[in-house]
């Protein structure tokens, strides 16, 4: 309280009282330094040697007239400031007994309480935090004297002076003691200290980065998306191998830096700052540089993190330097850290053995890993196999081809349809692009529009599939990825103007949409279709679609379709959900009448929403580029729980820098992802390639032909197998059990296609003899148990491991008939086993040698094609009519004419029977028409 003019007498006794308790709370703070009890602390010396200081209580005593309340809150004050001073002093005093090695003469790294044990390693170099420790328990008198001199002196050679080394180069390991302990010049330490600076300078240099190299936080992440951290150093100064393989720049390390060049760590940490590593807390953690580590078309990555220690060692180095060394005089005032000072005057040996050390020798691991490429690159649309690049957040599930087809999937619901068609591939999310002035069109991938263009290449990387193409006016590159935060995928097409005048384009999205499991949709199209609803929301230039529920309490699923443009004007905009409409009858993806022009104008979609027949998204946007003047085209496709989320992504995605997130944290999924699995990218990427053979029926890894004729037995053989026969087949045998290596690859596949969203039963047969049989499968059991797989031995979309003595003729060849990719233990390694293909010969093209027949004999249960220019029909119109005898009747269309629905005719018998349609679509069955499909 405000003393009043009364008491103004007590005010200079009361300004004391509060000058030591700023001094004394100061100290407290400092406890775990100064390693003393409360009585023997002094103030700061600031000349000569420390003086004695009187107690509070001592000062309170001496305040006679002070009033009574006054003196016994700072009574009060005082026994708190005392017990905290001694819970501080006993904090720091700790047993060191149990680490000391005697026989070394070194602190352990640690103790192991379950097995009560010191661990094998020891703390045994000068140049390393571990000097510290050593200091006070020699001060302390629980360590001798032996322990400071039994740390290791390997001397290198650093600007022609010897130089102590360190375990990994770090700034750390070389001037973190110098926070709290005092460094005296012309001492080894000193000078190591001082050249430890001068090659971290020099090594930015080499590198033409900034400098500060330390243990730090990097850019990999776990699973639960935080920064991994490890010891990065100096070539030069450090044992550690591979030092030079890592290129990671902590800011904290320039500010240590500041108690030794001042001036040289100010400007590096000033050219950090301009560098954009600058935060709301400070600098960030770190900088990565390091290739393997950085998304593509980036050089470097901020890792955004704040680590409490860091930033505090940056606050005493900054209070080392502009308070004149208080930590440092506070510790050589302590008289027990005083008395063995002594320690740190080591001179510098005169002459010294150079450690021929080989730290810018590369790490074990990089001698043997395989030199690895995050790009896979595909020029050939019509490959015999397409490539597949499978993206996914764990929720939301994307497969492109080689070509551009594939599907999007939204855990086991289908988004969009899509049909495995080795031969044609054209079902998926396309983009057609149309040049307005020329009407010509072609799509940003070679489906669906199959345009032979200038060029072509579908590019695959970890967490992105691109597609570039270019024709004489036009470049085009698309980009897709899934968003790890929110279950849409984003389709980012840039499209550039590379001819000499202005020119308007138009860009069309295309998607049909199914919003119910795959399987449903397969076997019922038409009857799922009718329960789709579509709505257009044009201030948002998106569309949305939900499917009807069957009942009050389901839950029905949303989708979203979105179409932003940046750095560009939209001229005009339309929609069309409706595919008859898009397609038009008796057309495909590759011709639709939507890109279909009348005279000069284009054609504009029909804005149709609602209960279409057959639902689609598609949006098209026209807009004017200037010559070489690029527009970017966001195509962005999700599922939200209700209408209003999908707004919220709607919103969200419009905006183009949340958009470019997508792009960065897909990638980082990724990385965490091959973490998580403990595979390589040379993995991922062998996976990729066996999926496009599960997706994609092929022959390369399948049974060989014997083998499926010789089967006589249906889907339903597979159950007494446990195995339902609806997912791709994986196939193993293995027989030796030094061969489980093939076994861990694919248990791990397994588990990179299940994140993927690729379901797959995987069945291993064990065929090792029966004196060993038991041994191979415990280990193949054990490996499986031991792994992410665990939970799904023999559960639908798992993994199911059989002794093959166990299984019977008919059964073996019914499950290897059924499996998609089939591989053995005695074919080579997995990758050879991929990597082979058969070689088969394809058919002639087919050249018809025969004119079309004028006239046909015909039975009564026929359809036949004729030409009806010289026949006479009855009840004719401008499609045909019947025939004179009116057995039949007689169609006839002249090219681009359809009739104005479909025409079907059914022809059958109790067991067999087919159903054909004017253009010439038909299907043929045996025994029932729905279950027992002979054809599409």
């Not at 290596?741 to 029966?770: F, P």
Request: hydrophobic residues 40%; aromatic residues 8%.
């Amino acid at each position: 309280a405000t003393p009043d003019a009364s008491e103004a007498a007590d005010a200079t006794t009361l300004s004391d009282v509060a000058f030591w308790l700023q001094a004394l709370r100061a100290q407290c703070r400092d406890a775990s330094a100064t390693l003393q009890p409360f009585s023997a602390w002094t103030p700061l010396p600031q000349d000569g040697e420390p003086q004695a200081m009187p107690t509070l209580r001592q000062l309170v005593q001496a305040r006679s007239a002070a009033p009574h309340a006054l003196q016994q809150r700072a009574a009060d004050l005082l026994q708190t400031i005392e017990q905290l001073a001694q819970q501080a002093g006993a904090m720091a005093l700790m047993d060191y007994g149990f680490l000391y090695d005697a026989q070394r003469d070194l602190l352990s790294i640690g103790y192991n309480v379950d097995e009560r044990r010191l661990d094998a390693g020891f703390y045994d170099l000068l140049a390393s935090e571990a000097r510290l420790t050593n200091f006070v328990a020699i001060a302390q008198e629980q360590l001798p004297q032996d322990s400071w001199f039994a740390l290791g002196r390997l001397l290198t050679s650093s600007g022609g002076e010897p130089v102590l080394l360190s375990w990994s180069g770090s700034m750390f390991e070389y001037l973190m003691p110098l926070l709290v302990m005092p460094n005296v010049p012309g001492t080894l330490l000193d000078q190591t200290c001082r050249a430890a600076v001068a090659r971290q300078i020099e090594y930015g240099q080499q590198l033409g980065l900034p400098w500060g190299v330390s243990e730090s936080g990097y850019n990999t992440q776990d699973t639960q998306f935080n920064y991994q951290y490890r010891a990065f150093g100096v070539p030069g100064l450090g044992l550690k191998r591979g030092l030079s393989e890592e290129r990671v720049v902590a800011p904290y390390a320039s500010a240590l830096a500041l108690m030794i060049d001042p001036a040289a760590a100010c400007a590096n940490l000033q050219r950090l700052a301009d560098a954009g590593v600058e935060g709301r807390y400070g600098l960030y953690e770190a900088v990565d540089y390091t290739p393997a580590r950085l998304p593509r078309g980036q050089d470097s990555v901020v890792v955004r993190s704040f680590m409490a220690h860091h930033q505090g060692m940056s606050l005493l180095a900054l209070d080392h330097l502009l308070q004149q060394r208080p930590m440092q005089r506070r510790f050589e005032s302590d008289p027990s850290l005083r008395a063995t000072l002594l320690l740190l005057q080591e001179r510098v040996p005169k002459t010294a053995a150079e450690y021929r050390h080989a730290t810018a020798a590369a790490s074990p691991q990089a001698l043997t890993r395989v030199a690895e490429t995050s790009l896979r690159v595909f020029t050939d649309p019509d490959r015999a196999r397409p490539a597949v690049q499978l993206l996914s957040n764990g929720r939301y599930h994307v497969m492109v081809s080689s070509a551009g087809g594939g599907y999007s999937r939204h855990r086991d619901m289908a988004v969009t349809r899509w049909r495995e068609d080795i031969s044609r591939d054209d079902a998926g999310t396309f983009c057609y692009l149309r040049d307005v002035s020329s009407a010509a069109y072609w799509s940003s991938a070679h489906h669906p529009a199959c345009r032979t263009l200038k060029s072509y290449e579908a590019i695959f990387s970890d967490a992105r599939a691109e597609f570039r193409t270019r024709t004489p006016d036009f470049d085009t590159h698309t980009e897709i990825a899934v968003s790890p935060e929110d279950d849409v995928e984003l389709r980012r097409l840039r499209v550039t103007n590379r001819s000499r005048s202005r020119r308007t384009i138009e860009i069309t999205t295309y998607a049909e949409v199914v919003l119910a499991p795959a399987l449903a949709d397969a076997m019922h199209p038409a009857f799922s279709k009718l329960f789709v609803q579509t709505e257009l929301v044009r201030p948002l230039q998106a569309i949305v679609c939900t499917r009807r529920a069957r009942s009050s309490a389901e839950a029905v699923p949303w989708m979203c379709h979105l179409l932003a443009v940046h750095d560009a004007h939209i001229d005009e905009i339309s929609y069309e959900t409706d595919r008859a409409r898009f397609i038009g009858r008796g057309r495909s993806t590759s011709d639709p009448q939507a890109m279909d022009s009348v005279g000069q104008r284009p054609r504009n979609l029909s804005n149709s929403a609602g209960s279409v027949l057959d639902p689609i998204v598609a949006i098209r946007c026209r807009i004017t580029l200037e010559p070489e003047q690029s527009a970017l085209v966001d195509m962005v496709t999700g599922v939200g729980d209700s209408r209003d989320a999908c707004l919220q992504l709607i919103e969200k995605f419009r905006d183009r820098h949340l958009a470019d997130r997508v792009f960065d944290l897909a990638w980082t999924h990724s990385q965490v992802m091959l973490r998580q699995l403990n595979s390589s990218q040379v993995d991922a990427q062998l996976y990729e390639d066996m999926a496009s053979c599960l997706l994609y029926a092929h022959a390369s890894l399948r049974a060989d032909a014997a083998t499926l004729r010789a089967n006589r037995r249906g889907q339903s053989g597979l159950w007494g197998q446990a195995i339902s026969g609806d997912l791709p087949i994986v196939l193993l045998h293995i027989a030796d059990p030094a061969n489980i290596e093939l076994v861990r690859q694919l248990v791990q596949a397994h588990a990179y296609w299940r994140l993927k969203g690729l379901a797959v039963d995987l069945v291993i047969w064990n065929e090792d003899n029966a004196g060993y049989r038991q041994q191979l499968q415990d280990q193949i059991m054990g490996l499986i148990s031991s792994g992410v797989e665990a939970s799904l031995i023999d559960r639908p979309g798992g993994i199911f491991v059989r002794p093959a003595q166990q299984i019977s003729s008919e059964d073996r060849i019914l499950v290897q008939s059924a499996a998609r990719v089939i591989l053995s233990d005695s074919r080579g390694s997995l990758a050879e086993q991929v990597g082979r293909r058969r070689l088969h010969k394809l058919p002639e093209a087919f050249i018809p040698s025969r004119p079309r027949l004028a006239e046909s004999t015909r039975a009564d249960n026929a359809v036949a094609v004729t030409d009806t220019a010289t026949q006479a029909v009855l009840l004719g119109n401008r499609f045909g009519g019947f025939s004179a005898d009116g057995r039949e009747y007689v169609i006839d269309l002249a090219a681009g004419q359809n009739t104005p629905a479909p025409w079907a005719n059914v022809l059958a018998n109790a067991q067999f029977g087919t159903v054909i349609s004017e253009s010439g679509g038909a299907y043929t069955w045996g025994e029932n028409a729905h279950e027992f499909r002979l054809t599409p």
